[in-house]
């Protein structure tokens, strides 16, 4: 199987003919952006949740379960500034799977369509190997006004929402055999920042936006060959969340914060919506001599941010 | 796991309290209606297909299966009558499953987007144990025109659109060890119906829609249970396909024509974009006194329909 990136590039390619005046952002960003009604443009994301791969049975409760699905998709309308508007759920389940498993995923599913404002719309389901569900959020932003990926330029500074790596140092911790408790709920419960993505929008603060689903590394890249920009990381401005290392604030996923650009001279709350929004790099020039995104230590020096991925949360 | 129908019941049940005025049509029907802007609404559905549910990889060439994935979610927007605007793909392959394989799938798929105008728009990738695609298409239909399940009204006859159990026959013919060849093109590559669709509600023909995927006696009791009416139809009335049999005709699915019910005195055309039109009954009154679906057969005898859902491709 290829890299997700080398797989949406090849598709990318295949489906360059295809275009439609329609559709005003296809693959890769956030959401795509369609045309919808005067004035009005539609948000859509889809997210698979693979049983293994994204989350653990014997880790994560049914509701957690439940909850990280629609949370992903949510966070994506977040990182475009937009409305969440409805959402659908396509379930796969092994055959002899609990009524009870069945019943609290959706249980925590509707718990937060509902905190949201989001109403489940419709969906599909089959029996399957293991349990996957399938996502799609649909949303709202006015024209024009979708925060991309490809907005960022050099000389904007680099911010994100939250503290990073609390999900990955949970993640690291149940792997080493602890089990679940309250410190997981970071991870079993994240929050979308649909509030904070949607003050951002409307504020026009930021050139460019990104959720941290996949890391920072990996999220921080997606932005700069969108935008066709370098980025340098200060190491000693990174929020690190508690119990967490550096490295899994660089690199672990499913923070669901917002990482975003801005100019360098715009005026920059302290906070959004109650998130800490902390200056953690600039956007540079691209350049072949330099990384897609480097990270400045305390000394000065800069190395390579290599992309790494996501830790998935296969048994092997 | 429940039995979908079940399934879609409970989720219903715990859905109500989320409803939103922006969802005009929610679960139970092909596809969602959500308000787009005046004069448009817009249309969304969701299709799971499952490796060893819904196709299998010694039998269906990768093309197909990207072709199908498609076509599903097609079928069910022609069965409201809408113009697909969209689709996205989320798609998890096994590690180690070829890039041929991958590419082959990714043909199919785009090959049906460009012939039908729907920009793939964007998805999601991961691993996962089997290749399971779920495939959203959105679509769009003039305000209060999407033909729905809910509007037969006793007295209305039942039309199908082709011939029915053509896909059941090749199945079998496949389970009992035949090398899949030239006459399961039609179970391999079946042709949604979107330009009928579309006339059916253009010309205002129809009061119920519904495409038949799931065969005939499970979709037909779909239209009866949305509209809160039976069914009776003429076994000799049905349009068996070449190498079927009524059996197959009745409770095969996957024949991707639409069954539709119109006034009784309504001008019927006898083709619609080239699709053959057969009355093959009559919708009833609701009563308890008689299966939601009941079978005539030529002598007059006429007994309930069991809804035999259509056969999953699994192994045992």
């Known amino acids: 199987m ?47 949740c693979v049983e293994d791969v994204h989350f653990r049975r014997d880790w994560h409760p049914a509701r957690s379960v439940g909850h990280r699905c629609l949370a992903r998709g949510l966070s994506d309308i977040a990182a475009m500034g937009g409305d969440p508007a409805a959402c659908f759920l396509s379930l796969a389940v092994p055959r002899g799977l609990s009524q009870r498993w069945i019943d609290e995923f959706v249980r925590g599913f509707l718990a937060m369509a509902r905190r949201f404002r989001v109403p489940l719309a419709g969906g599909d389901t089959s029996s399957g190997p293991k349990i996957i569900a399938d996502v799609v959020v649909l949303g709202t932003v006015p024209e024009g006004k979708a925060v991309l990926r490809s907005g960022a330029r050099p000389g904007d500074l680099i911010y994100v929402t939250g503290k990073l790596g609390g999900a990955a140092a949970v993640l690291k911790s149940l792997k080493t055999g602890r089990k679940p408790g309250a410190a997981t709920r970071g991870n079993f419960y994240p929050e979308p920042r649909v509030k904070v993505g949607g003050l951002i929008r409307q504020k026009q603060i930021a050139t460019a936006m990104i959720d941290l689903s996949d890391g920072l590394s990996v999220d921080l890249a997606h932005i700069c060959r969108e935008s066709g920009v370098s980025a340098v990381i200060y190491a000693k401005k990174v929020p690190v969340a508690r119990g967490a290392t550096l490295e899994q604030a660089l690199h672990g996923g499913e923070d669901y914060e917002v990482l975003f650009t801005a100019r360098a001279g715009a005026k920059m709350p302290t906070k959004i919506s109650g998130s800490p929004v902390t200056a953690i790099g600039r956007i540079l020039p691209r350049s072949a001599k330099r990384a897609v995104v480097t990270l400045r230590d305390a000394v000065g020096k800069e190395t390579p941010l290599k992309e790494q991925g996501w830790q998935h949360f296969a048994r092997k």
């Open 2 to 48: 290829l890299p997700e990136r080398e797989f949406i590039e090849r598709v990318r390619r295949l489906v360059r003919r295809s275009k439609s005046s329609r559709v005003v952002r296809g693959i890769g960003d956030d959401c795509a952006v369609l045309q919808a009604s005067a004035g009005l443009e539609l948000l859509v994301t889809t997210d698979l």
